[in-house]
């Protein structure tokens, strides 16, 4: 029952129509995990529940075996880092300052130390973006944007990390680069919990699924075994159909 | 993809840059204005000069100085706390709470209440009234979210305003003349005591608001993003909203609305400083009240003997800088 993450029983209303009902899963460091669903099936609720910034109104999130709602603020932010969708700047951070707000959970002093420095250095290098540290992140393209928000998320440093719909806006390329950073990322033993729409991605670098639908949790199976009972894409849209990459690897195609 | 140069001045530097501006101001102002005033004079004590500086010209200047720098570090806190480059201090409806609390008792005719002058209670009886309102419209199931107080302190702003309209035109003779005067906004002479107090709230809040930059600094990108950097929303929100509201009624009570400073200023020490808001915050308190206390300068002299007020130089003077630098900068 020792488990990173475990979500017990987990339900929520929003002005009195259910949103999430009676959700259980449980996850270790090293799993990359896709949550998929139709628009408004809850996998924004669920993500958000997990990070701790609404509050389930029945059931509990274990993090570490401790309530997650025992946590304060900070503890609980230096082990989970959250990528909220559309986070937009007006006001012009630099690059360099917005990585450095990962670091807001570690810092005390007025200004950064060195060592939160050394930190957000290593994001940026490993997302890509340190050759634009000092430029405005609103004048960054949609990607590169994203870049930096992931760096923000890494340099914070956290085991348990969710992405809402980190491959929005990026090119194809950018899209599976961003995708083998995660999966590197629990390779390297943090548990990633992301949500998208796009399967083949998905089916290419996570280690296992979860398909949300009406606010149920109705499938949970490892990747690789996707193809073995193909039955769930019906749940995503009846024009899915499963095949296979010459590899052998399972890829979903479109009627 | 070229990098650009990195900025050589320290960012400490420029606090210190901003504090050696404000003290230069503090000591050169009061030495301006209609009829010269000369140093041996004050300071043998000779009156009318010394009398002059000291009861108009000098306490005239600290009041520029903090009430500048009370809205500026306000226009800073609401923009961060609401995502909103053209947040001032009237945006959350405390500015239009303080200024209709004080014409009303312009309207009245009183003079003092409680011991206090009548137009300062009023203020701060304004401001906390829609304080509460606004507070309480925004709050849902516990949680203070920005868009809500946003939207609240929008429409109590409206209606503050529809009330003052009223006021100021059922109300005759020359109580219509005051109330005219004061909602120009204007730096006047006040009593030591009253600026000692507000000297004493703006350093308190100002300690509190720049403690939390980095908070401020999360708010700006996001509440969502914010809190899973683990920032405390809640509490930011209230402890935001509060201190720029209880500075923003202080410093209205005592000097009119002249809100104009809390947006100009903070976006000249973005376009020209930081955006990191431990920058921000406290270069805009300092350049702000330089800014007012000037603009208060240079309207006791260019019509001298008459004044203009502060307020209407600070619009004619911000107003047509503010559209350059958008021009600039959008």
């Known amino acids: 029952m020792n488990h990173r993450l475990a979500v017990r029983d987990v339900s929520y209303q929003y002005d009195g129509h259910s949103v999430l009902n009676g959700v259980n899963f449980s996850a270790d460091g090293g799993e990359f995990i896709v949550l998929m669903g139709l628009n408004g099936a809850g996998k924004s609720t669920l993500l958000d529940i997990v990070a701790g910034l609404r509050v389930s109104a029945g059931g509990e999130v274990l993090l570490n075996n401790r309530n997650l709602s025992s946590y304060s603020a900070k503890e609980r932010s230096r082990q989970i880092s959250h990528l909220p969708q559309g986070t937009r700047a007006d006001l012009p951070f630099t690059v360099r300052q917005v990585v450095l707000m990962g670091r807001y959970p570690y810092a005390d002093s007025w200004f950064e130390s060195d060592e939160d420095h050394a930190y957000a250095q290593d994001a940026m290098l490993r997302m890509d973006c340190l050759q634009f540290r000092d430029r405005l992140y609103a004048t960054l393209s949609g990607g590169e944007q994203q870049r930096v928000l992931l760096a923000a998320c890494i340099a914070q440093c956290p085991s348990l990390m969710l992405f809402d719909e980190p491959s929005t806006f990026l090119d194809v390329h950018q899209q599976l680069q961003c995708f083998s950073t995660l999966s590197e990322l629990a390779r390297e033993g943090a548990l990633c919990i992301a949500v998208t729409h796009d399967l083949n991605l998905a089916l290419a670098y996570c280690s296992r699924l979860l398909i949300l639908n009406q606010g149920r949790l109705v499938e949970d199976f490892a990747a690789h075994k996707a193809a073995e009972n193909p039955a769930w894409l019906s749940l995503l849209s009846p024009r899915l159909h499963m095949a296979q990459t010459p590899e052998g690897k399972p890829w979903v195609h479109y009627r | 993809m070229g990098t650009l140069p990195v900025t050589t001045v320290r960012p400490a530097g420029w606090i210190w840059a901003s504090a050696v501006v404000f003290a230069f101001a503090a000591f050169f102002l009061p030495w301006i204005g209609s009829g010269s005033i000369s140093l041996d004079r004050v300071l043998a004590k000779i009156p009318p000069d010394y009398p002059i500086f000291v009861q108009l010209r000098v306490s005239r200047t600290l009041l520029g100085l903090l009430a500048g720098g009370s809205f500026s570090l306000t226009g800073c806190l609401f923009q961060a706390m609401l995502r909103d480059s053209l947040a001032t201090p009237y ?4 500015s239009a709470g303080a200024a209709l609390g004080a014409v009303l008792t ?10 206090l002058p009548a137009v300062w209670v009023g203020s701060m009886a304004g401001a906390a009234v829609i304080l509460v309102i606004v507070a ?6 516990g949680k203070l979210s920005g868009v809500r107080l946003l939207l609240s302190g929008i429409a109590l702003n409206s209606i503050c305003t529809a009330f003052i309209l009223l006021i100021s035109s059922v109300v005759k003779d020359r109580r219509a003349f005051s109330i005219t005067q004061w909602l120009l906004g204007s730096v006047d002479a006040v009593s030591y005591r009253a600026l000692f107090v507000f000297a004493v709230l703006v350093v308190l809040v100002s300690i509190i608001v720049m403690t939390q930059g980095r908070g401020w600094n999360l708010l ?8 899973s950097r683990g920032a405390d929303l809640r509490r930011l929100t209230i402890v935001g909203y509060c201190c720029g509201s209880v500075i923003t009624a202080a410093a209205i009570a005592l000097t009119g609305p002249i809100g104009f400073v809390g947006l100009i200023v903070p976006h000249l020490v973005r376009s020209r400083i930081s955006t990191d808001n431990r920058i921000l915050m406290p270069c805009a308190l300092l350049l ?9 300068t240079i309207g006791r002299i260019v019509l001298a003997p008459a004044e203009l007020p502060a307020g209407a130089v600070m619009a004619l003077i911000g107003g047509p800088y503010l559209v350059w630098l958008v021009r600039r900068r959008f």
């Not at chain 2, 702000?288 to 208060?296: F, N, P, R, S, Y």
């Open chain 2, 288 to 296: 702000g009240g330089v800014l007012l206390a000037t603009c208060d």
């Open chain 2, 136 to 141: 309480g419209a925004s709050a849902k199931q």
């Open chain 2, 91 to 94: 945006t959350l409806g405390v």
């Open chain 2, 220 to 227: 700006a990108m996001g509440e969502a993003w914010a809190g």
């Open chain 2, 106 to 115: 312009l309207a009245l005719d009183l003079n003092h209440l409680l011991g």
